[in-house]
């Protein structure tokens, strides 16, 4: 029975520390904005929405372009240097993370959305899906 317990600390420990891991490498790599601010600069920047093309056809912050975090790699071409890079997600997980490879990359304003998609009020925009 105490083994158990032990297992089930150990992965509560992994998960917290996974989720202060991903705080900090946030705050490392880029500087994160509340809804106001974001809709303020994005127009004198490039949007990218980090999710997968469904997700974005879904639903989508008017504006954004799509570069999903899986061909983030392959994209770098098409990112430029020398504007504002405004990064957003479903939530921030998956945004932190891309800041940190464009900030490997070399580039240097990076925004993530406070909240991400799904604490935005602003406009969308939704691509008609027919089967």
């Known amino acids: ?13 992994a ?8 705080r900090f490498m946030g705050k ?3 500087t994160t904005l509340t809804e106001e601010e974001f809709r303020e ?8 929405d980090v999710r997968e093309k469904d997700t ?13 975090y899986t061909v ?9 240097k020398d504007q504002p890079v405004y990064i957003y997600d479903q939530k921030k997980s998956m945004s932190i993370r891309a800041a940190a490879k464009l900030r490997k990359q ?8 406070k909240g991400g998609y799904d604490g935005w ?9 027919t089967y």
């Not at 974005?56 to 999903?68: E, K, S, T, V, W």
């Not at 983030?72 to 430029?80: E, V």
Request: hydrophobic share 50%.
């Open 72 to 80: 983030l790699k392959q994209s770098y071409g098409s990112i430029r």
């Open 1 to 13: 029975m105490w083994v158990v317990n032990i297992v089930l600390i150990l992965i509560i420990l």
């Open 41 to 48: 600069g994005m127009r004198k920047a490039q949007v990218i």
């Open 106 to 113: 070399g580039y240097k304003d990076i925004y993530l959305l």
């Open 28 to 30: 490392r790599s880029a």
């Open 121 to 129: 009020t602003g406009k969308i925009k939704k691509k008609n899906i």
């Open 56 to 68: 974005f056809d879904a639903g989508h912050i008017l504006g954004a372009r799509n570069i999903p």
């Open 15 to 22: 998960i917290a520390g996974y989720e202060l891991y991903i």
